[in-house]
């Protein structure tokens, strides 16, 4: 822990690290608290967008630093078992939009630049609540069994702390939006049978059923399905398949009016949640964790309706995916179909797509 740090960060998922990161980098220390007793295991985004490594780059972590992230170069599309269309993807200012590259490998190497700046994660210390005066904010953090102690006086407090945000609960931000219908499902498996030159596919059907696969890993096939048995669909398409996890989940589409209340700011998931289709939860997290902090050390006062704004532009984006993805209407499915097969043969059709998912806009 740094002596008398004043700003706490609560969550040291991949929005908080790369807050606390910028911070340290910039000289101004942080403390950083995290409810887990370690780095989560568990697996979620594979995606990292060209925008998030050039922020990372700074911090030296590059696609060229860590070696085994994978560009994304061509992406398969099948509606009900018939190749649609495999589309190669376009460059987005000389590289590819997006490298796969596993979440918790990246939140890895964040903690490990933030620990060299002198700056660890304190695990097993839970936010529990705060009170604000007009010169600081005092907050108080949890035990295990639920005991309440003094965590400290701040000047803010950034709420990194995922979807369930305690701090965005305890300062009453209300979190607007609607939930996605059903459960959703991620599993991964071992395989050697992922095709050479694709890095994504994605299995469409007429009950507006999609599953999403990747290869966050040599070796490795992560799949997500808008319904409950993605390990199902995954092993069926793989001979050798080993299933290493199932997970079920819900999905929605919610976001803060504005990230800002008094001495708190949220970012990330705390701040926003949409659907995993687009792939651009951790990014959005990494840049609101890296922008805020820029625009807090240099005084920029706009970084509030920045902030706002992109998170709306890209929950708008991610909402269109799923709405295509999804769709059980025979029209549009043929209309979506077609562009993707005109845009296998012209990718540059599919370049604004591309633009978005880079990040760089
Ligand atoms: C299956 C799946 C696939 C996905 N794929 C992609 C993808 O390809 N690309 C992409 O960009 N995004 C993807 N996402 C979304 C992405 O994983 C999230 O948007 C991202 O993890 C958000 O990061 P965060 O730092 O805001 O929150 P989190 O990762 O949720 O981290 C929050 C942290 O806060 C801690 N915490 C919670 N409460 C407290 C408390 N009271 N006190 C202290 N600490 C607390 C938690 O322990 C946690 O470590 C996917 C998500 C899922 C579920």
Not at 26 to 55: F, H, L, P
Not at 211 to 217: E, K, M
Not at 298 to 319: H, M, N, P, Q
Request: overall charge neutral.
């Amino acid at each position: 822990m740094v002596s008398n740090p004043r700003i706490l960060v609560v969550g040291a998922g991949a929005g908080g690290l790369a807050f606390a990161l910028e911070c340290a980098t910039r000289g101004t220390k942080v403390r950083i608290i995290d409810k887990r007793s370690g780095r989560s295991v568990i697996e979620k985004a594979t995606g990292v967008a060209a925008g998030v490594w050039e922020q990372l780059s700074k911090f030296d972590i590059s696609p060229k630093t860590v070696e085994t992230a994978i560009p994304m170069r061509n992406f398969a599309f099948y509606d009900d078992g018939e190749l649609v269309a495999n589309v190669p993807v376009p460059l987005i200012e000389d590289n590819p939009p997006a490298y796969l590259y596993p979440q918790g490998e990246l939140e890895r190497h964040l903690e490990k630049a933030l620990s060299i700046r002198g700056v660890d994660v304190e695990y097993g210390t839970e936010f529990h609540s705060y009170e604000e005066s007009n010169s600081s904010i005092c907050v108080k953090a949890q035990t295990k069994g639920g005991e309440s102690f003094a965590l400290g006086a701040y000047d803010c407090v950034i709420g990194a702390d995922g979807a369930h945000s305690a701090v965005r609960e305890a300062a009453e931000i209300p979190f607007v939006g609607r939930n996605y219908p059903g459960n959703w499902s991620v599993a991964e498996i071992t395989t050697t049978e992922w095709p050479e030159n694709v890095q994504a596919q994605l299995f469409l059907q007429t009950n507006g059923e999609g599953l999403f696969l990747s290869q966050p890993a040599p070796g490795l096939v992560q799949g997500i399905l808008n319904g409950e048995n993605a390990a199902q669909q995954l092993t069926a398409l793989f001979t050798d398949a080993e299933l290493r996890y199932e997970r079920h989940f819900n999905v929605a589409l919610k976001r803060v009016r504005t990230p800002k209340k008094g001495r708190i700011w949220l970012i990330g998931d705390a701040a926003h949640v949409q659907s995993p289709v687009g792939g651009q939860g951790l990014n959005l997290a990494i840049w609101d964790g890296v922008t805020l902090a820029e625009a807090l050390l240099t005084g920029d006062s706009k970084v509030e309706t920045i902030l706002a704004k992109r998170a709306r532009r890209v929950l708008l984006f991610t909402d269109f995916d799923y709405r295509m993805l999804s769709t059980q209407s025979h029209v549009i499915r043929k209309a979506r179909n077609k562009y993707w097969e005109c845009a296998a043969k012209h990718p540059s059709l599919a370049r604004w797509f591309f633009k978005i998912i880079s990040g760089i806009w």
